[in-house]
Every structure is written in C-alpha cells, then in structure tokens.
Antibody, heavy 121, light 107 residues
Framework: QVQLVQSGAEVEKPGASVKVSCKAS????????IHWVRQAPGQGLEWMGW????????KYSQNFQGRVTISRDTSASTAYMELSSLRSEDTAVYFC??????????????WGQGTQVTVSS | DIQLTQSPSTLSASVGDRVTITCRAS??????LAWYQQKPGKVPKLLIY???TLDSGVPSRFSGSGSGTEFTLSISSLQPDDFATYYC?????????FGGGTKVEIK
C-alpha cells in the first residue's frame, strides 16, 4: 500500500533552517510528484512547492521568497523539504503529499502523517 | 494567483441534512478543482478531483459541481463521520491554492 512517512518533530531557533524528509513506499517513486503543504496552528492549508522525482524539476510558491528548497534521493525513495531563515510564523505542521506528474493531475491522493516544526527562541 | 474563498466558514447541521459548501474563485477557471476533508489532528483526505470525480472509496452522498467562479461540494445526507473541515484546492495554475476551509459542526 502507498505510504508516505515523514521525519519527526523539530524545534528550531529563529534564523535557523530545518529539513524534513518524506519516505515513499508502495509505488514507483519516480512516477509521482511530491508536494509540501503546511498548516499553521488553527489555520488552513498552504502549498509550498513540489518536485518531479523523475527529472528533479521543482516549482515553488513565491510566498516563501527563495527560503524553501525541495530535493529528492531516488535511491532512498525520499523527498526533502528544507526551509531556511525560520521565523515564529513558520511554526506549523508540514505535510508531504503525492500527486501525478502531469498538469491536470496536481491534486493530492496520499499524504504523509505531518511533521510539527516549532520555531522558538 | 487564483484566490479561493469558501463559504460559509462554519456550518451547523444535523445528521441527515443536505449541506452545500461553496468555493468561489478569482480569477475564474474550469475543471481542475479538488475537495478534501480534514478531521482535527488528522491528515487531509481527498474526496473529489476534477470538480466532480469521487476518489476511490468516497461515499456517493458526496458530490461536486461547478465551473468558472463557483464550485460546490454537497453532502446529500450528513452522517456522523462527516463532521469535519472541508477545503477546496485549485490546480489550474501555480501557485496551487486552497480555500480557507469550511467547518461542518453538529447542530
């Protein structure tokens, strides 16, 4: 069965960086995209960006102004999301989610369990 | 960017009620809209994609429709398991965006 398993909770200081992993299983990793979506406490969902594991193409939301980097390790069937220059407003649960690769199919059929990232001095 | 505005933000209903949630888009687009259900502390679950196609295993009491600036999610007969928050998401253009959510509460 398809599973996306994320790394554990992180506590970081303002200005630091955090890197969250998302290990995929149950399907061919290169045949589906991996997106990152975050949810601040009590708030809605915010898309951050995604990677096509087959060709390493990425697309990011401008809302993160170059602070986010999404990468992958195909040998480990794992995608990563690194967010830099952390501020308190980045405190949120970060989800990875799977989609097909083609435009017209960029909705999320499987999600990781979420990773709590807390930014606090 | 495509902005999605959901209404109402909170909906109080009883088991057996028919409920409708609206997702208004600006600017308009067609077809590439999905709906998710999220329960407190849980992961979002895909309900509908391509405006009206139910994901596998989603009960038939859920339905979706719309185009242009207005899309709707309907639940024909609300069940106890349906009390949750619902989000629309467009994948017509980047950045992918979500509506602000509609919380369906027990009346």
């Amino acid at each position: 069965q398809v599973q996306l398993v994320q790394s554990g909770a992180e506590v970081e200081k303002p200005g630091a960086s955090v890197k969250v992993s998302c290990k995929a299983s149950g399907y061919r990793f290169s045949e589906y995209g991996i997106h990152w979506v975050r949810q601040a406490p009590g708030q809605g969902l915010e898309w951050m960006g995604w990677i096509n594991p087959a060709n390493v193409n990425t697309k990011y939301s401008q809302n993160f102004q170059g602070r986010v980097t999404i990468s992958r390790d195909t040998s480990a069937s794992t995608a990563y999301m690194e967010l830099s220059s952390l501020r308190s407003e980045d405190t949120a649960v970060y989800f990875c989610a799977r989609s097909r690769l083609n435009s017209g199919w960029l909705y999320f059929d499987y999600w990781g369990q979420g990773t709590q990232v807390t930014v606090s001095s | 960017d495509i902005q999605l505005t959901q209404s109402p933000s909170t909906l109080s209903a009883s088991v057996g009620d028919r409920v409708t949630i609206t997702c208004r888009a600006s600017p308009s687009f067609s077809t590439w809209l999905a709906w998710y259900q999220q329960k407190p502390g849980k992961v979002p679950k895909l309900l509908i994609y391509k405006t009206s196609t139910l994901d596998s295993g989603v009960p038939s009491r859920f339905s979706g429709s719309g185009s242009g600036t207005e899309f709707t999610l309907s639940i024909s007969s609300l069940q106890p398991d349906d009390f949750a928050t619902y989000y629309c998401q467009q994948y017509h253009s980047y950045p992918l965006t979500f509506g602000g959510g509609t919380k369906v509460e027990i009346k």
